[in-house]
Protein backbone atom coordinates (compact mmCIF):
# COMPACT_ATOMS: atom_id res chain seq x y z
CA UNK A 1 0.00 0.00 0.00
CA UNK A 2 0.94 3.17 0.18
CA UNK A 3 2.73 5.13 3.02
CA UNK A 4 4.56 7.99 4.08
CA UNK A 5 7.82 8.01 6.34
CA UNK A 6 8.91 11.70 8.01
CA UNK A 7 11.74 12.20 10.82
CA UNK A 8 10.65 11.05 14.17
CA UNK A 9 10.35 13.71 16.92
CA UNK A 10 10.84 15.29 18.68
CA UNK A 11 13.34 17.75 16.89
CA UNK A 12 14.50 20.52 18.72
CA UNK A 13 16.18 23.86 17.03
CA UNK A 14 17.70 26.93 18.23
CA UNK A 15 15.96 30.20 17.52
CA UNK A 16 17.60 31.62 13.98
CA UNK A 17 19.41 28.14 12.83
CA UNK A 18 18.36 26.06 10.00
CA UNK A 19 15.41 22.73 10.16
CA UNK A 20 15.22 19.99 7.55
CA UNK A 21 12.07 17.43 8.32
CA UNK A 22 12.32 14.23 5.97
CA UNK A 23 9.61 12.91 3.99
CA UNK A 24 9.84 9.95 2.14
CA UNK A 25 6.96 8.58 0.26
CA UNK A 26 5.65 5.40 -1.95
CA UNK A 27 3.09 5.65 -3.65
CA UNK A 28 2.40 1.87 -5.08
CA UNK A 29 -1.45 2.95 -5.98
CA UNK A 30 -0.93 6.09 -7.47
CA UNK A 31 0.73 7.29 -10.63
CA UNK A 32 1.52 10.63 -9.64
CA UNK A 33 0.80 11.67 -6.13
CA UNK A 34 0.35 15.36 -4.83
CA UNK A 35 2.27 16.11 -1.68
CA UNK A 36 1.24 18.08 1.24
CA UNK A 37 2.81 19.39 4.47
CA UNK A 38 0.39 20.25 7.15
CA UNK A 39 0.96 21.75 10.31
CA UNK A 40 -0.54 21.97 13.64
CA UNK A 41 0.29 24.71 16.36
CA UNK A 42 -0.85 23.98 19.68
CA UNK A 43 -3.96 24.28 20.25
CA UNK A 44 -5.18 24.47 17.08
CA UNK A 45 -6.29 22.17 13.99
CA UNK A 46 -4.25 20.77 11.10
CA UNK A 47 -3.85 23.54 8.75
CA UNK A 48 -2.19 23.11 4.98
CA UNK A 49 1.66 24.93 4.84
CA UNK A 50 2.35 23.98 1.30
CA UNK A 51 1.30 21.51 -1.19
CA UNK A 52 3.23 20.76 -4.76
CA UNK A 53 0.88 18.36 -7.55
CA UNK A 54 3.80 18.54 -10.12
CA UNK A 55 7.24 16.31 -9.49
CA UNK A 56 10.27 18.67 -9.76
CA UNK A 57 8.48 21.45 -8.59
CA UNK A 58 8.74 23.31 -5.01
CA UNK A 59 6.55 24.81 -3.15
CA UNK A 60 7.17 27.38 -0.39
CA UNK A 61 5.18 29.08 2.34
CA UNK A 62 6.01 31.07 5.39
CA UNK A 63 9.70 30.97 4.77
CA UNK A 64 9.09 26.43 4.46
CA UNK A 65 10.13 25.14 1.25
CA UNK A 66 9.64 21.44 -0.36
CA UNK A 67 10.83 19.96 -3.58
CA UNK A 68 8.62 17.16 -5.36
CA UNK A 69 11.30 14.85 -6.04
CA UNK A 70 10.00 11.75 -7.86
CA UNK A 71 13.62 10.23 -8.46
CA UNK A 72 14.41 9.69 -4.63
CA UNK A 73 10.64 9.66 -3.77
CA UNK A 74 11.28 12.10 -1.28
CA UNK A 75 9.33 15.44 0.01
CA UNK A 76 11.96 16.64 2.70
CA UNK A 77 10.96 20.55 4.66
CA UNK A 78 13.09 23.24 4.79
CA UNK A 79 13.71 26.56 6.60
CA UNK A 80 16.70 28.38 6.65
CA UNK A 81 15.93 29.88 10.09
CA UNK A 82 13.60 29.01 12.42
CA UNK A 83 11.31 30.70 15.04
CA UNK A 84 10.40 30.04 18.26
CA UNK A 85 6.55 30.48 16.73
CA UNK A 86 7.55 27.47 14.30
CA UNK A 87 7.10 24.93 17.08
CA UNK A 88 4.30 22.64 16.15
CA UNK A 89 3.95 19.11 14.56
CA UNK A 90 4.91 18.72 10.80
CA UNK A 91 2.68 16.22 8.88
CA UNK A 92 3.89 14.83 5.62
CA UNK A 93 0.81 13.68 3.37
CA UNK A 94 0.03 12.67 -0.19
CA UNK A 95 -2.85 12.53 -2.12
CA UNK A 96 -4.38 10.76 -5.05
CA UNK A 97 -5.58 13.60 -7.32
CA UNK A 98 -7.49 11.17 -9.53
CA UNK A 99 -9.85 10.67 -6.51
CA UNK A 100 -10.21 14.22 -5.68
CA UNK A 101 -7.02 14.53 -2.98
CA UNK A 102 -9.24 13.95 -0.15
CA UNK A 103 -8.17 10.49 1.20
CA UNK A 104 -4.60 11.40 2.02
CA UNK A 105 -2.29 9.07 3.23
CA UNK A 106 -0.31 11.04 6.34
CA UNK A 107 2.99 10.16 8.53
CA UNK A 108 3.28 9.93 11.97
CA UNK A 109 4.21 14.12 12.17
CA UNK A 110 7.10 15.02 13.67
CA UNK A 111 7.15 16.94 16.70
CA UNK A 112 9.20 20.21 16.43
CA UNK A 113 10.76 22.32 19.22
CA UNK A 114 12.59 25.45 18.59
CA UNK A 115 14.02 27.24 21.89
CA UNK A 116 14.84 30.59 22.34
CA UNK B 1 -13.22 32.38 13.61
CA UNK B 2 -12.77 28.53 13.19
CA UNK B 3 -14.81 27.77 10.18
CA UNK B 4 -14.47 24.14 10.92
CA UNK B 5 -16.22 23.36 14.74
CA UNK B 6 -15.89 19.92 16.16
CA UNK B 7 -17.59 19.37 19.60
CA UNK B 8 -16.47 18.22 21.95
CA UNK B 9 -13.16 19.14 22.30
CA UNK B 10 -12.39 16.34 24.99
CA UNK B 11 -14.69 12.97 25.79
CA UNK B 12 -14.28 10.57 28.15
CA UNK B 13 -16.14 7.65 27.79
CA UNK B 14 -16.38 3.96 29.59
CA UNK B 15 -16.51 0.84 27.78
CA UNK B 16 -19.52 -0.35 25.75
CA UNK B 17 -20.95 3.00 25.67
CA UNK B 18 -22.39 5.60 22.63
CA UNK B 19 -20.83 8.65 21.78
CA UNK B 20 -21.54 11.07 18.96
CA UNK B 21 -19.07 13.23 17.59
CA UNK B 22 -20.05 16.65 16.14
CA UNK B 23 -18.73 18.45 12.97
CA UNK B 24 -20.10 21.93 11.24
CA UNK B 25 -18.41 23.58 8.29
CA UNK B 26 -18.80 27.19 7.49
CA UNK B 27 -16.61 27.12 4.65
CA UNK B 28 -19.94 26.17 1.88
CA UNK B 29 -17.55 23.06 1.19
CA UNK B 30 -19.82 20.26 -0.63
CA UNK B 31 -17.13 17.68 0.87
CA UNK B 32 -16.87 16.77 4.47
CA UNK B 33 -14.56 13.82 5.90
CA UNK B 34 -13.29 11.76 9.22
CA UNK B 35 -9.77 10.94 10.31
CA UNK B 36 -8.73 9.48 12.85
CA UNK B 37 -5.34 9.40 14.66
CA UNK B 38 -4.66 7.00 17.52
CA UNK B 39 -1.43 7.20 19.91
CA UNK B 40 1.82 7.41 18.04
CA UNK B 41 -0.08 6.77 14.64
CA UNK B 42 -0.38 8.34 11.39
CA UNK B 43 -3.83 10.07 10.59
CA UNK B 44 -5.46 7.55 8.65
CA UNK B 45 -8.65 8.04 6.61
CA UNK B 46 -12.04 6.67 7.87
CA UNK B 47 -15.01 8.46 5.84
CA UNK B 48 -16.00 10.99 2.97
CA UNK B 49 -19.49 12.09 2.26
CA UNK B 50 -20.54 14.09 -0.86
CA UNK B 51 -23.74 16.44 -0.95
CA UNK B 52 -25.21 14.07 2.18
CA UNK B 53 -24.01 11.03 0.74
CA UNK B 54 -21.36 8.18 1.26
CA UNK B 55 -18.64 8.53 -1.11
CA UNK B 56 -15.68 5.94 0.70
CA UNK B 57 -15.66 4.01 4.14
CA UNK B 58 -12.48 2.98 4.54
CA UNK B 59 -13.38 1.75 8.59
CA UNK B 60 -13.86 -1.92 9.08
CA UNK B 61 -16.22 -1.43 11.76
CA UNK B 62 -19.96 -0.92 11.32
CA UNK B 63 -19.48 0.30 15.03
CA UNK B 64 -18.57 3.88 13.45
CA UNK B 65 -21.35 5.66 11.25
CA UNK B 66 -21.14 9.03 9.70
CA UNK B 67 -24.61 10.95 10.18
CA UNK B 68 -25.32 13.97 8.12
CA UNK B 69 -28.60 15.55 8.58
CA UNK B 70 -27.33 18.91 7.06
CA UNK B 71 -24.86 19.71 3.88
CA UNK B 72 -22.44 21.02 6.79
CA UNK B 73 -22.54 18.58 9.50
CA UNK B 74 -21.12 15.71 9.10
CA UNK B 75 -21.56 13.79 12.75
CA UNK B 76 -19.50 10.60 13.61
CA UNK B 77 -22.02 8.06 16.08
CA UNK B 78 -19.59 5.30 17.87
CA UNK B 79 -21.22 2.33 19.37
CA UNK B 80 -20.11 -0.06 21.67
CA UNK B 81 -16.97 2.02 22.44
CA UNK B 82 -13.71 -0.05 22.87
CA UNK B 83 -10.32 1.14 24.65
CA UNK B 84 -8.84 0.90 21.24
CA UNK B 85 -11.04 3.96 20.05
CA UNK B 86 -9.24 6.59 22.35
CA UNK B 87 -7.62 8.84 19.49
CA UNK B 88 -8.02 12.34 18.51
CA UNK B 89 -11.23 12.17 15.35
CA UNK B 90 -10.38 15.30 13.07
CA UNK B 91 -13.24 16.34 10.89
CA UNK B 92 -12.08 17.59 7.17
CA UNK B 93 -14.27 19.23 4.50
CA UNK B 94 -13.05 20.91 0.75
CA UNK B 95 -14.88 21.53 -2.51
CA UNK B 96 -14.82 18.25 -4.35
CA UNK B 97 -12.44 19.31 -6.82
CA UNK B 98 -9.24 18.17 -7.76
CA UNK B 99 -5.95 18.95 -5.94
CA UNK B 100 -7.44 21.22 -3.00
CA UNK B 101 -6.50 20.25 -0.19
CA UNK B 102 -8.97 19.57 2.43
CA UNK B 103 -8.86 22.01 5.55
CA UNK B 104 -9.39 20.28 9.14
CA UNK B 105 -10.94 20.62 12.38
CA UNK B 106 -9.42 21.10 15.97
CA UNK B 107 -10.04 17.68 16.16
CA UNK B 108 -12.46 15.75 19.68
CA UNK B 109 -9.69 13.57 21.81
CA UNK B 110 -11.68 10.66 22.69
CA UNK B 111 -10.50 8.34 25.72
CA UNK B 112 -12.57 5.39 26.43
CA UNK B 113 -12.18 3.56 29.70
Known sequence: GDSVTQTEGPVTVSESESLIINCTYSATSIAYPNLFWYVRYPGEGLQLLLKVITAGQKGSSRGF???????????????????ESDSAVYYCALGDPNTGNYKYV???GTRLKVIA | DPKIIQKPKYLVAVTGSEKILICEQYLGHNAMYWYRQSAKKPLEFMFSYSYQKLMDNQTASSRFQPQSSKKNHLDLQITALKPDDSATYFCASSQRDRNQAPLFGEGTRLSVL
Not at chain 1, 65 to 82: D, G, I, M
Open chain 1, 65 to 83: EATYNKETTSFHLQKASVQ
Open chain 1, 106 to 108: FGA
